[in-house]
């Protein structure tokens, strides 16, 4: 069955730029979505088709996607993003959702 | 405004069956690209997808659970419901109902899911 993989926690530094990865076997070839989660609340869609915002989600957050690599990167990291996200996508008619990561802002 | 609200139990016990209820407003299950759906997320673990209701009544299962789950859906009164069946321990988690919207490009296409519910607990005793 299908994987994708993600780190389990990445680091950074308010201000700076953070970077999660999510990786599959030939992720570019089809859409990635993301979701942040902060603790004790419901997932929220955060980019979608690999690079949209939905209404409401800040600038800072942007998507790419290509190989086996899916990105999300998030610009002028705030301590009010520090979540875990998931990356997900479809894959032979069924959804499937990364491992998540941690990201901490310290 | 989208809104979606689980309910159904919050204990059951193991070998029994789970029915949970997705009552959702603001779009119609029969517009063109929606669906509702069930994702699941078990204590300090990710999240899992369990089934979706498509607006053209087509459904998608996970692979892994697909024998023990069931979706129907009632369009008069706005809900979708999941029946699980044979709930073991491993099957206690969080389950959200959420909202999908189908996007299309390049000979691609994907579901995303735009809305969640707030989700409700469900435990499974031995």
């Known amino acids: 069955s299908y994987a994708l993989t993600q780190p389990p926690s990445v680091s950074v530094s308010p201000g700076q730029t953070a970077s999660i990865t999510c990786s599959g076997n030939?992720?570019?070839?089809?859409?990635a979505c993301w979701y942040q989660q902060k603790p004790g609340q419901s997932p929220v869609l955060v980019i979608y088709q690999d690079t949209k915002r939905p209404s409401g989600i800040p600038e800072r957050f942007s998507g790419s996607n290509s190989g086996n690599t899916a990105t999300l990167t998030i610009s002028g990291t705030q301590a009010m993003d520090e979540a875990d996200y998931y990356c997900?996508?479809?894959?032979?008619?069924?959804?499937?959702f990364g491992g998540g990561t941690r990201l901490t802002v310290l | 405004q989208i809104t979606l609200k689980e309910s159904g139990p919050t204990l059951v016990k193991a070998t029994q069956t789970l029915t949970l209820t997705c009552t959702f407003s603001g779009f119609s299950l029969r517009t063109n690209s929606v669906g509702v759906g069930w994702i699941r997320q078990p204590p300090g673990k990710a999240l899992e997808f369990l089934a979706l209701?498509?607006?053209?009544?087509?459904?998608r299962y996970s692979p892994s659970l697909k024998s023990r789950l069931t979706l129907t859906k009632d369009t008069s009164k706005n809900q979708v419901v999941l029946t699980m069946t044979n709930m073991d321990p491993v099957d206690t988690a969080t389950y959200y109902c959420?909202?999908?919207?189908?996007?299309?490009?390049?000979?691609?296409?994907?579901?995303?899911?735009?809305?969640w519910g707030q989700g409700t607990k469900v435990t499974v005793s031995s």
């Open positions: 997900q996508a479809w894959n032979s008619a069924t959804v499937v």
């Open positions: 209701h498509y607006w053209d009544d087509d459904k």
């Open positions: 030939n992720l570019g070839d089809i859409y």
């Open positions: 959420v909202h999908s919207l189908r996007y299309y490009g390049s000979g691609r296409a994907v579901d995303a899911f735009d809305v």
